[in-house]
């Protein structure tokens, strides 16, 4: 069964560095997101991206974020430089409309720690 | 804003009791969707309702979608202690780029 992959599981960063989180999205998939969840708490929408563009962002998602999909696999979220509030859980997800309003496929996350 | 907001917050069974979650949202979706978290893990994609369907079962899983009241439950029947974790309902608004917003979670804990 295809699945989202996501790397690394966990990342360990200090204040101010910058960090890569890589996701794999399902091969066949147009549509695709960044969520975070902080500890404790709801999952909340970071971004959308669709036909190489972001196609939507939260108030979350400020200057400090991006996103690329830099070789038609790999999709990509950029923190510049990270805060301790960005201490969270990362999850990648895709989506297809083809086959109607199927579910969004969720990668297995990454924890990301701001020291 | 939409925002999909789950009761109860926490919920604690005995195995093989059924547990019901319902969560309550605020502007028209396509669809409205079930996750499940282990605890510090990630999301698993229990079943998805259509706008246009009342009610869908899938195993041991019972949803129901009420678009009138904006509102649905999860049912879990004869519960198990695998079935500890947290549950979401995620809504995906008729006009967004289909980002899901997801409630603020129901807690189990089936009790062995």
């Known amino acids: 069964e295809p699945e989202v992959t996501q790397t690394p599981s966990h990342q360990v960063t200090q204040m101010g560095q910058e960090v890569i989180l890589r996701c794999v999205p399902i091969s066949n998939h147009l549509y695709f997101y960044w969520y975070r969840q902080i500890l404790g708490q709801k999952v909340e929408f970071l971004v959308s991206f669709y036909n190489n563009e972001i196609s939507e962002k939260s108030e979350i998602f400020d200057d400090q974020f991006s996103v690329e999909r830099p070789d038609g696999s790999n999709f990509t979220l950029k923190i510049r430089s990270t805060k301790l509030e960005d201490s969270a859980m990362y999850f990648c997800a895709s989506f297809s409309l083809a086959e109607g309003y199927n579910e969004q496929f969720f990668g297995p996350g990454t924890r990301l720690t701001v020291l | 804003s939409q925002q999909g907001e789950e009761d109860p917050q926490a919920l604690s069974i005995q195995e093989g009791e059924n547990a019901t979650m319902n969560c309550s949202y605020k502007t028209s979706i396509n669809n409205l969707q079930w996750y499940r978290q282990n605890s510090g893990r990630g999301l698993v994609h229990l079943i998805l309702i259509r706008s246009n369907e009342r009610e869908k079962h899938s195993g041991r899983l019972r949803v129901t979608l009420d678009t009138s009241k904006k509102s649905s439950s999860l049912l879990i029947t004869a519960s198990r202690a695998a079935d500890t974790a947290s549950y979401f309902c995620?809504?995906?608004?008729?006009?967004?780029?289909?980002?899901?917003?997801f409630g603020s979670g129901t807690r189990l804990l089936v009790r062995p």
């Open positions: 995620a809504t995906d608004a008729t006009r967004s780029s289909y980002k899901l917003i």
